[in-house]
């Protein structure tokens, strides 16, 4: 394939992915503060909270729709302007359920932006010539990291919540224009991603159908970053005896493995294919959540947190690459159809965990790790490339 794209696209792809990871991680850390300041008990803050997998799941097929009409770049920007206006908003909401709203209108169009940027990396990826869907995902990241270390900063130091979330605001403008900029004119769909491939609507129940071994894998992806996310530090306090001080040590090695697995997974791809790669990543997660389940002492347990970290880095944007390219549906409604059903899967996975580990113990209900791993390895071969793509 040849290479028509200069590295300015990628570049500009990379810097929306980043601004999309940093615009919610920027808020997360003023959370202890927000729930104290409204007087919230656990339950009522919880529910709060749950406010963005609601409005990412309300989002239904408002991200196929909006890419198809407008475009990738477009839907980007503007939502992205309408996120930071949401969460500058946050730090003046007059209540706990204003703020709910609030954050269920960035839940719905986070969605919105996660699909349109992932079907312009697509689209920058197959005019580039090689792989780069891994390493947006690890600008994603990225951002994410710097928003929340911003957050952290701020307000430690005592900054108003007010003063900083308009910051935040100003400067997630700033970044996606640049970004769009940098991206220039996104290449087209190609007639069979843009038609369905058969010049007729496709419904939904159809388009689901299609995209379920995808979502599959997907949802197997994002239930181990949702176990390292919710559950990592606890397993290190529980099962490796770690102190409290150090939690956070097993999440952060979680990330830096996922980190280096999607900045170099796209070399790999490019070498052995995207379910090649995916087999590997779910033999890396199975065996890394089987080490989990045996530590007793930290080192093990980090070393089978890290292997998860890395195997788990490249499922879910191959699964979004394999999505846009499905035959017989749009690029936007695969993505959509494939992001909507990973969410579900998303908001169950610590529920089911955690009832795991009341009718057993932590140690069995990670367990869930090992099944992850499995399911990737089964169904790896539905991310395989289609011809001509």
Request: proline share 4%; with cysteine.
């Amino acid at each position: 394939m040849a290479r028509s794209t200069s590295f300015r696209s990628p570049a500009g792809v990379a810097l929306m992915f980043a601004t999309n990871g940093a615009a919610l991680a920027s808020v997360l850390p003023w959370y202890p503060t927000i729930k104290a300041q409204w007087g919230l008990d656990d339950f009522s803050f919880g529910l709060m909270v749950a406010a963005v997998a609601v409005g990412s799941l309300a989002s239904t097929v408002l991200p196929s729709l909006a890419v198809t009409r407008f475009g990738p770049r477009p839907v980007v920007f503007w939502g992205t302007v309408a996120v930071a206006l949401l969460l500058a908003a946050v730090g003046w909401a007059p209540s706990a359920v204003v703020l709910a709203l609030l954050i269920g209108g960035i839940g719905l169009l986070d969605a919105v932006i996660d699909v349109s940027q992932n079907v312009a990396g697509v689209r920058v990826e197959s005019a580039f010539g090689r792989s780069i869907l891994s390493s947006m995902h690890a600008c994603w990241s990225l951002g994410a990291v710097a928003g929340g270390l911003g957050g952290t900063l701020a307000a430690s130091r005592g900054l108003d919540i007010r003063v900083h979330l308009t910051a935040v605001a100003a400067v997630l403008i700033l970044a996606v224009a640049l970004g769009v900029w940098l991206t220039g004119r996104v290449p087209a769909a190609t007639p069979q991603t843009a038609s369905g491939g058969a010049g007729r609507r496709v419904g939904m129940g159809r388009i689901m159908w299609i995209t379920l071994p995808v979502s599959v894998v997907a949802t197997a992806g994002i239930m181990t970053e949702d176990i390292a996310n919710n559950w990592a530090g606890l397993a290190s306090v529980e099962l490796a005896g770690v102190e409290l001080g150090q939690a956070g040590v097993a999440f952060t090695v979680v990330l830096a493995a996922q980190t280096v697995g999607r900045f170099t997974g796209d070399r790999f791809i490019d070498a052995f294919g995207r379910a090649a790669v995916a087999r590997v990543g779910g033999l890396c997660i199975a065996v890394g959540g089987a080490l989990v389940m045996a530590a007793t002492a930290p080192p093990l347990l980090y070393v089978g947190f890290a292997l998860a970290g890395f195997g788990c880095a490249t499922i879910v944007p191959s699964a979004f690459a394999a999505a846009a390219r499905l035959p017989g549906i749009s690029e936007g409604a695969g993505v959509t159809a494939v992001g909507w059903l990973m969410r579900v899967g998303f908001l169950a996975t610590s529920p089911v965990l955690g009832a795991l580990s009341t009718a057993t113990d932590l140690r069995w209900a990670l367990g869930l790790l090992v099944l992850s791993g499995a399911v990737v390895l089964a169904l790896a071969s539905a991310l395989r490339e289609n011809a001509g793509t």
